[in-house]
């Protein structure tokens, strides 16, 4: 499972309030993801990262910011919750190769 | 405009039988193409992937077909086994062109296999 864990599991918010969700992981790998599972969408990518402090946008950012002061981890914010941002989000580490790993996703509901 | 496409959304097949999973791409840039199981409230697992310098490779049940001219590439799972039962996803990579190892997924194909 290339030791990543996401918090929290699942999540119940609002609308118009913020919401973090935290990947971490123990294998210190460079390249870390963030995306989101969608229903007739699969994955979709929001942010990603190649290094501490070093993000940029995936095909569905706007609503999301990130953050990865250090290596294992990575942060994803939605600054003000929408019910379109209700999904089960997912974070990836690029382990070798072309090859991602997941974790076990994180199911977030907006009220 | 949807780059990697899985146009079955299910497929049905009876235990022991072979499960053919297509999907098809449309950026020539794609030189990595891999295919992830998804079973219910988990991450996708990786299962099997192919760079495009191949036509082929085999793991155990699972083997994946590269067709570069189609720009099709298939998953083969045989024997099926109830335990396969789960959403597959395509995933394609085009890291020639450095875009640090991001990847394009299709929409998924949920593989049911019956006893």
């Known amino acids: 499972d290339a030791g990543i864990t996401q918090s929290p599991r699942h999540k119940v918010t609002e609308t118009g309030t913020p919401v973090t969700l935290r990947c971490h992981q123990t294998?210190?790998?460079?390249?870390m993801y963030w995306y989101r599972q969608d229903p007739g969408h699969g994955l979709r990518l929001i942010h990603y990262?190649?290094?501490?402090?070093?993000?940029d946008k995936g095909e569905v950012s706007d609503g999301y910011s990130v953050s990865r002061s250090k290596t294992e981890d990575f942060l994803l914010t939605l600054e003000s919750a929408t019910s379109s941002q209700t999904s089960v989000y997912f974070c990836?580490?690029?382990?070798?190769?072309?090859?991602?790993?997941f974790g076990p996703g994180t199911r977030l509901t907006v009220l | 405009d949807q780059q990697v496409k899985q146009n079955s959304p299910s497929l049905s097949v009876q235990e022991g039988r072979i499960s053919i999973l297509n999907c098809d791409y449309t950026?020539?840039?794609?030189?990595?193409f891999l295919w992830y199981k998804k079973y219910p409230a988990e991450g996708p697992t990786f299962l099997i992937s192919?760079?495009?310098?191949?036509d082929k490779n085999e793991d155990g049940r699972f083997t994946v077909f590269l067709n570069k001219s189609a720009k099709h590439l298939s998953l083969h799972i045989v024997p099926s086994q109830p335990g396969d039962s789960a959403v597959y996803f395509c995933?394609?990579?085009?890291?020639?062109?450095?875009?640090?190892?991001?990847?394009?997924f299709g929409k998924g194909t949920l593989l049911t296999v019956n006893p």
């Open positions: 990836a580490v690029r382990a070798g190769g072309d090859t991602q790993y």
């Open positions: 294998e210190n790998h460079r390249y």
């Open positions: 990262s190649y290094g501490v402090k070093d993000t």
């Open positions: 950026n020539s840039m794609f030189d990595y």
């Open positions: 192919i760079s495009s310098i191949k």
């Open positions: 995933a394609a990579s085009a890291n020639s062109g450095g875009s640090n190892y991001k990847l394009t």
